[in-house]
C-alpha cells in the first residue's frame, strides 16, 4: 500500500473539483437554511438546472456557453419561484417533503425519454465544454507543486471555481451584516415578531431561496464544465444530503462554513476510499468481506453516518454557533 | 449523551448482525452487476474496452433477468452484429461508428424461463454518440398485462384501476406507519423506506438463502421487522426524544440513517433485482372483463385489504387504539389522562415497521427485491400521507389509494417512465390548495 500517494491524492482532494462544487452548494444552502431557517431540500435541482443550462444551450441548440450561463441563471431564478409560492408558507417539514419532490420532479424530467431531445435522457449530454476551456489563458504545461500539480485544463476550472467560491464568500459576509441579512436571521430565529416588525417575511425568505438557488446554479456550471458531461442521475437526492453534511461539518450560519466543510469531507472521504482500496490490494481484507465495488458504497454510508452524529452530537459543526441554528420545529 | 450513543452503537450492531449473516450467504451467489441509477457513482453506458458498445437488457416485467436470448443490430436494415445475452440478461453490441442503429430482440430465442411472455416493442430506435454507449431494456410481460395497444381504452381504464389498486395497498401498508409515528413523536421519519425494504431483505434471506418456505419466510420477515423498528426507537429515538432533540434535528437525523442504511443493504445485497424463488412469471388470469391479474396478485390484495381493516377496527374498537389516536390527537393531554405515551409510541414503531415490512414483502412480490425499493416508492408514500393528512391512520389509507389509482391511470394519458411524476406534482399541489390534507384538521402549518 502506498501511503504517500494516498495522502498526497488526500491532500490535493481539498482544493479538487468536488470540494469546489460542494463549497458553492452548500455556500448557497447556507443561505437558505444557515440565515434564513428554510429547509430546502432540493438543492441538487438548482445544481441540476446550472449544468443542464449550459449542456442543453451548447449541445442541443448549438449556442456559445455564455448563453447557456444566462439561460442557466434564468431558469434557476424560475425554478425558485415556482417552487417558492406554494411551499415557502408551509412549516418546516413540509416544506422539506415539498423541496425534496421537487428536485425528483426535475431529475425525473431531465433522465425521461420524452424530453431525451433536450436532455440526452438517462446518458445525459457531453461535448459541450470546449467553449469554456478555449478561453483557458494557460498554455499547455502542469501547472502547480508537490500534491496539487495539475494540467492547464484542470488548472483553469480550478482556478475559475475558487474565485467563484471567494466571491460568494465575499458576497454572503456583505450582505448578512446588511439590514437585510440581519432581518434574514430574524426570521430564522422568531418569524412573527419580523412580521410584526411590518417586515414581508414572505418576500424576504423568497429573495433568500432565489439567491441560494443561484449560487447553486454557479455550483452546476462548475459541475458540468468541469467534468465536461452531465448524467441526470449525478443530481439525485444524495446529492442534497451530501450538501447538508458539508454545510453542518463545517458549521452553518457562518461565512466560511461551508467552505471548510468540503475540504474536510472530500479528504476524509478521499482517505478512507484510498486506504481501503490500498488495504483491499494488499490483500489485508478478508475474501468475501469487502471488494473494490463496495468501497464506493462504504462511502455513502459513511456520510450517512457523520450526517446522524453530527446532527446528534454537534449540530454546530466546527466553527458554528448552536443558538444560531433554526432546529426547532417551528 | 452517553446512552445514546451505546443506544446507537447497539442498533449498528444489531443491523450488522443481521446483514452479515446474509452476507456470507450472499458471497456464494453470483452477485448481478449494479443496477445503473446505484447512487452519483453510475456512469453511463461507457465506452467499453475495444469501442462503442449498445448494452441490450431483456428481463421480464417481474424483473427476472433473462438469459440466452438473441439480440440482433441493425442499421438501416442491415444485420450489423448480434449477441446473447449473459447471465445478467445484458448482450453487449458492438457498434462500429456512431449513428442511428435499430436494436432487435429476436423473439423465437427466447429461452424457458420467458415462455409465453411478450416484448412491448421487439425493436427499439436508438442512435450512439462519440464516446458514449447506449443501453436499451426489453421488458417481457405476458400479453394483455402491458398496456396493450390492442386493448380498447375502457379495458385498460379498468385494468389500471386494477394494478392502481393493487399498487394503492402497498403504499397504504407503508404510509400507516409513517403517519401514526409522525402523529405520536412529530417525527418526519425519511428513514421509513428503509423499513419497507427491510421486510423484503429478511424475507428474501429467511427463503432464498435459509431455505425455508416462503410462507413461512414472510412470516419471520414480518417479526424481524417488527424487531428492527422496535430497534430503530429503542436505540435511537426514544434516547433523542428524552434528550429534547428538536423535530428539524431529528428530520435529518432520520435522513442520516436512511442514507447508511440503504447502502448498508447495497453493501450486502448488491445491485440488482432478485425475486423470491418460486414467484416469477406467473400467469395472469382475467378476473374481470379486460382486467388480467396473477393469483399472487389477487391474494396479496386481500391480504393487505383484511390487514387494513383489522389494524383500523383495532385503532377505533381496542383500548390501545384509541390510546393511540389519543396521543397522536394531543399528547400532553393524553399523558395527563392517564395514557402511557412511551408504551403507546412503542406500540406505534413495533406496528408500524412490520406493516411497512409486509408492504415491502408485497412489493418485493410485484417488481422484485432491491436495496432501494422502498425509497423508490418513499416519495409517494408521503404523498399519500399528507394528501390523507398527516397523523392521521384512515387519511393515509385513503390518500394511498387515490395515489396509487392516480399513479396508474395517470399512464393513459402520460409515459409510463414519467408516471411517479404526477404524484409528486400532486403532492406539492394539495400542499398549496389543502396542507392539511382530506381529513387532517385545519390548524397552523405555515
Known amino acids: 500500500m502506498d501511503i504517500g500517494s494516498i495522502l498526497s491524492n488526500a491532500l490535493a482532494a481539498a482544493i479538487g473539483l468536488d470540494t469546489i462544487i460542494y463549497a458553492l452548494a452548500a455556500l448557497g444552502l447556507n443561505i437558505q437554511f444557515g440565515y434564513a431557517g428554510l429547509l430546502n431540500f432540493g438543492q441538487a435541482a438548482f445544481v441540476a438546472i446550472g449544468s443542464y443550462g449550459i449542456a442543453s444551450m451548447v449541445t442541443i441548440a448549438g449556442l456559445p456557453f455564455g448563453v447557456g450561463i444566462v439561460v442557466g441563471l434564468l431558469a434557476s431564478v424560475l425554478f425558485a419561484l415556482l417552487l417558492g409560492i406554494p411551499t415557502l408558507r408551509l412549516r418546516a417539514d413540509y416544506l422539506a417533503i415539498a423541496t425534496i419532490a421537487a428536485s425528483e420532479v426535475v431529475r425525473l424530467l431531465a433522465r425521461s425519454n420524452s424530453l431525451g431531445a433536450y436532455t440526452g435522457g438517462s446518458n445525459g449530454l457531453t461535448g459541450f465544454a470546449e467553449g469554456f476551456y478555449d478561453l483557458n489563458p494557460f498554455p499547455a504545461g502542469t501547472y502547480g507543486f508537490g500534491p496539487f500539480q495539475n494540467n492547464e485544463r484542470t488548472t483553469w476550472i480550478f482556478l475559475v471555481g475558487w474565485v467563484l467560491v471567494a466571491l460568494v464568500a465575499l458576497a454572503t459576509w456583505a450582505i448578512m451584516r446588511s439590514p437585510w441579512g440581519r432581518v434574514l436571521k430574524g426570521i430564522r430565529e422568531d418569524e412573527d415578531a419580523v412580521r410584526a416588525l411590518g417586515k414581508n417575511v414572505y418576500a424576504y425568505k423568497m429573495q433568500a431561496l432565489v439567491l441560494g438557488g443561484l449560487v447553486g446554479t454557479l455550483s452546476g456550471f462548475v459541475f458540468s464544465l468541469g467534468r465536461a458531461a452531465v448524467q441526470p442521475d449525478n443530481y439525485a437526492t444524495a446529492f442534497t444530503f451530501f450538501t447538508y453534511t458539508v454545510l453542518l461539518l463545517g458549521g452553518a450560519a457562518r461565512v466560511l462554513g461551508p467552505v471548510v466543510g468540503a475540504a474536510i469531507f472530500w479528504v476524509v472521504l478521499s482517505l478512507t476510499d484510498g486506504l481501503l482500496r490500498g488495504a483491499i490490494a494488499a490483500g489485508w481484507v478478508p475474501d468475501g468481506l469487502m471488494t473494490t465495488t463496495q468501497v464506493g458504497q462504504v462511502r455513502f454510508m459513511l456520510v450517512g453516518l457523520a450526517l446522524m452524529l453530527l446532527m446528534i452530537y454537534r449540530p454546530q459543526g466546527i466553527f458554528g454557533d448552536r443558538r444560531e441554528l433554526a432546529l426547532d420545529g417551528r | ?446
Not at chain 2, 442520516?256 to 414467484?279: D, I, M, N
Not at chain 2, 416469477?280 to 382475467?286: E, F, H, P, S
Not at chain 2, 378476473?287 to 383500523?312: C, F, I, K, N, Y
Not at chain 2, 436495496?371 to 408514500?381: K, P, S, Y
Open chain 2, 1 to 446: 449523551m452517553r446512552r445514546a450513543a451505546t443506544a446507537l452503537v447497539a442498533l449498528v450492531l444489531a443491523v450488522m448482525a443481521v446483514v452479515v449473516g446474509s452476507s456470507a450467504a450472499t458471497a456464494a451467489t453470483p452477485a448481478p452487476a449494479p443496477s445503473a441509477s446505484e447512487g452519483t457513482t453510475a456512469q453511463a453506458g461507457g465506452a467499453a474496452a475495444g469501442g462503442l458498445v449498445i448494452n441490450a437488457r431483456v428481463r421480464t416485467q417481474e424483473g427476472d433477468d433473462v438469459p440466452g436470448a438473441t439480440v440482433d443490430l441493425l442499421q438501416g436494415g442491415a444485420e450489423v452484429s448480434t449477441a446473447e445475452t449473459d447471465a445478467q440478461g445484458t448482450a453487449q453490441l458492438q457498434v462500429p461508428s456512431p449513428g442511428d442503429y435499430v436494436v432487435r430482440l429476436d423473439v423465437d430465442s427466447l429461452p424457458a424461463v420467458a415462455e409465453g411472455l411478450e416484448p412491448r416493442e421487439a425493436e427499439i430506435s436508438t442512435s450512439v454518440q462519440e464516446g458514449l454507449g447506449r443501453t436499451v431494456a426489453f421488458r417481457l410481460s405476458e400479453p394483455g398485462t402491458d398496456t396493450g395497444a390492442a386493448a380498447s381504452t375502457g379495458d385498460q381504464v379498468l385494468q389500471r384501476v386494477a394494478t392502481g389498486l393493487r399498487f394503492g395497498l402497498v403504499i397504504a401498508l407503508g404510509a400507516i406507519g409513517l403517519s401514526l409515528i409522525f402523529g405520536t413523536t412529530g417525527l418526519t421519519n425519511f428513514a421509513h423506506s428503509e423499513l419497507i425494504t427491510f421486510g423484503a431483505l429478511s424475507t428474501y434471506f429467511f427463503t432464498a438463502i435459509a431455505g425455508l418456505p416462503f410462507l413461512l419466510a414472510a412470516a419471520f420477515g414480518l417479526v424481524a421487522s417488527a424487531a428492527f423498528g422496535y430497534l430503530n426507537d429503542r436505540g435511537l429515538w426514544q434516547p433523542l426524544r428524552r434528550r429534547g432533540t428538536g423535530l428539524i434535528a431529528m428530520m435529518i437525523v432520520s435522513i442520516g440513517l436512511s442514507l447508511f442504511l440503504r447502502y448498508l443493504f447495497l453493501y450486502v445485497f448488491g445491485g440488482g433485482v432478485r425475486t423470491f424463488p418460486g414467484y416469477a412469471g406467473q400467469a395472469g388470469v382475467q378476473v374481470l372483463p379486460g382486467v388480467l391479474l396473477r393469483p399472487l396478485d389477487l391474494w396479496t390484495m386481500g391480504l393487505s385489504a383484511v390487514v387494513l381493516v383489522v389494524v383500523a377496527f383495532a385503532l377505533v374498537k381496542t383500548k390501545l387504539g384509541k390510546a393511540t389516536r389519543a396521543v397522536s390527537d394531543n399528547p400532553a393531554l393524553a399523558s395527563a389522562s392517564g395514557i402511557d405515551v412511551d408504551r403507546v409510541i412503542r406500540t406505534v414503531w413495533i406496528v408500524g415497521s412490520a406493516l411497512a415490512g409486509l408492504s415491502g414483502i408485497v412489493l418485493g412480490l410485484q417488481q422484485g427485491i432491491s436495496f432501494q425499493m422502498g425509497f423508490q416508492i418513499l416519495l409517494l408514500v408521503f404523498a399519500a400521507v399528507t394528501l390523507g393528512g398527516l397523523g392521521t391512520a384512515f387519511g393515509a389509507v385513503l390518500g394511498s389509494i387515490i395515489v396509487g389509482l392516480f399513479v396508474e391511470l395517470s399512464t393513459l394519458v402520460i409515459p409510463t417512465e414519467l408516471q411517479n411524476l404526477g404524484a409528486l406534482v400532486i403532492l406539492i399541489l394539495i400542499l398549496l390548495v389543502r396542507p392539511q390534507g382530506i381529513l387532517g384538521r385545519a390548524q397552523r402549518i405555515g
